[in-house]
């Protein structure tokens, strides 16, 4: 069932893509131009009154680096402070008694710093298991980090071309084809928020009591999340195979999947991203010049062959003279 549904879903982009010049891979286009979707945090009317809270709040408010909007609850009996997904949806990715520890810990976890480090480093993917630790998990792990080294391997980026406007790759790190895993624990307190939002605004796959994988690229875009069990070697490749694909060029909301809180300036990460590729390029030596190589070469090489011609040359001289003097000696008689 889960194949089926990403090869539907894949097969309807690859028709889409055929009648678009850009070659920009799914993954690439998502992190230059697709916008992540905003959470939406709400808080009780208490929380108006709280002066350190508010405090810590404003930077979030005035334009804040988080994909979050801060709204206050309409119900004045409302006492708890929620998360959503967006301001449709309904369901909760956290409630509770808010204050500055739990902001930090709704804004950020080592979990989606990890994930941040990839995705600007140029992973094409990231992975992210949630299990328990047991044998059965353990099994899985070691087959899916198999398959996706393999996948590494044998998969191909689409070839980019400089001078096609319609593919012109934005700032960021180098285009290059990584997938990489990630392993968390589901009982891990520190990433409680980071495993809600990995399974989703629908909660298909139940965080707490089921071991899960969730697929990860652009700017924090969750593929989709699907039980451990479930994900074989074939939707393995159906799913990596779809981003490093070609772009569909379509609008982000005509692609499944939804984005994670990350408290970043994706602006100001990708130029520094972009920077340092450019310096990486600047470090690397000068190709050598072959052409001043393999001319010498070719003079060293050259040098043998005009002694020998001479020395032909010479002796067929030599015998071409000897041959008409014969000749004359024999017309004389």
Same mark, same amino acid.
């Given at each position: 069932?889960?194949?089926?549904?990403?090869?539907?879903?894949?097969?309807?982009?690859?028709?889409?893509?055929?009648?678009?010049?850009?070659?920009?891979?799914?993954?690439?286009?998502?992190?230059?131009?697709?916008?992540?979707?905003?959470?939406?945090?709400?808080?009780?009317?208490?929380?108006?009154?709280?002066?350190?809270?508010?405090?810590?709040?404003?930077?979030?408010?005035?334009?804040?680096?988080?994909?979050?909007? @801060?709204?206050?609850?309409?119900? /004045?009996?409302?006492?708890?402070?929620?998360?959503?997904? !967006? &301001?449709?949806?309904? +369901? #909760?990715?956290?409630?509770?008694?808010?204050?500055?520890?739990?902001?930090?810990?709704?804004?950020?976890?080592?979990?989606?710093?990890?994930?941040?480090?990839?995705?600007?480093?140029?992973?094409?993917? @990231?992975?992210?298991?949630?299990? /328990?630790?047991?044998?059965?998990?353990?099994?899985?792990? !070691? &087959?899916?980090?198999? +398959? #996706?080294?393999?996948?590494?391997?044998?998969?191909?980026?689409?070839?980019?071309?400089?001078?096609?406007?319609?593919?012109?790759?934005?700032?960021?790190?180098?285009?290059?084809?990584?997938?990489?895993?990630?392993?968390?624990?589901?009982?891990?307190?520190?990433?409680?928020?980071?495993?809600?939002?990995?399974?989703?605004?629908?909660?298909?796959?139940?965080?707490?009591?089921?071991?899960?994988?969730?697929?990860?690229?652009?700017?924090?875009?969750?593929?989709?999340?699907?039980?451990?069990?479930?994900?074989?070697?074939?939707?393995?490749?159906?799913?990596?195979?779809?981003?490093?694909?070609?772009?569909?060029?379509?609008?982000?909301?005509?692609?499944?999947?939804?984005?994670?809180?990350?408290?970043?300036?994706?602006?100001?990460?990708?130029?520094?991203?972009?920077?340092?590729?450019?310096?990486?390029?600047?470090?690397?030596?000068?190709?050598?010049?072959?052409?001043?190589?393999?001319?010498?070469?070719?003079?060293?090489?050259?040098?043998?062959?005009?002694?020998?011609?001479?020395?032909?040359?010479?002796?067929?001289?030599?015998?071409?003279?000897?041959?008409?003097?014969?000749?004359?000696?024999?017309?004389?008689?």
């Amino acid at each position: 069932m889960l194949r089926t549904c990403l090869l539907f879903f894949c097969m309807s982009v690859l028709l889409r893509a055929e009648t678009c010049a850009c070659t920009i891979p799914v993954f690439r286009y998502a992190l230059d131009r697709w916008e992540a979707d905003h959470f939406h945090l709400v808080l009780p009317t208490s929380s108006i009154k709280d002066g350190p809270l508010n405090d810590a709040l404003r930077p979030l408010r005035a334009n804040g680096k988080a994909n979050m909007d @801060i709204t206050i609850n309409p119900n /004045a009996a409302a006492s708890q402070t929620e998360l959503r997904y !967006s &301001r449709e949806s309904e +369901r #909760l990715v956290w409630n509770g008694v808010m204050d500055q520890a739990m902001l930090e810990t709704l804004l950020d976890s080592p979990g989606r710093r990890q994930i941040l480090e990839r995705i600007l480093a140029g992973d094409s993917a @990231i992975w992210v298991i949630a299990d /328990a630790g047991t044998a059965e998990d353990n099994a899985d792990f !070691s &087959r899916i980090k198999k +398959r #996706l080294a393999f996948l590494e391997q044998v998969a191909s980026l689409p070839i980019q071309d400089p001078n096609d406007p319609d593919s012109q790759l934005g700032p960021g790190p180098a285009l290059r084809l990584k997938f990489s895993m990630l392993r968390l624990r589901r009982d891990d307190p520190a990433e409680k928020v980071l495993l809600n939002m990995l399974v989703g605004p629908r909660g298909i796959v139940e965080a707490s009591t089921t071991s899960f994988v969730a697929t990860i690229f652009g700017k924090g875009r969750v593929l989709g999340a699907w039980p451990l069990a479930d994900v074989d070697d074939a939707s393995l490749e159906d799913t990596a195979m779809f981003l490093v694909g070609r772009c569909s060029c379509r609008l982000k909301n005509e692609n499944p999947g939804w984005d994670l809180l990350l408290n970043v300036d994706w602006e100001k990460a990708l130029a520094q991203a972009d920077k340092k590729h450019v310096e990486v390029i600047a470090e690397k030596p000068a190709p050598v010049t072959t052409q001043a190589v393999v001319t010498s070469a070719i003079k060293e090489a050259a040098e043998p062959v005009r002694t020998k011609n001479s020395v032909l040359i010479g002796g067929a001289a030599l015998l071409l003279i000897a041959a008409i003097l014969m000749l004359r000696g024999s017309f004389k008689k």
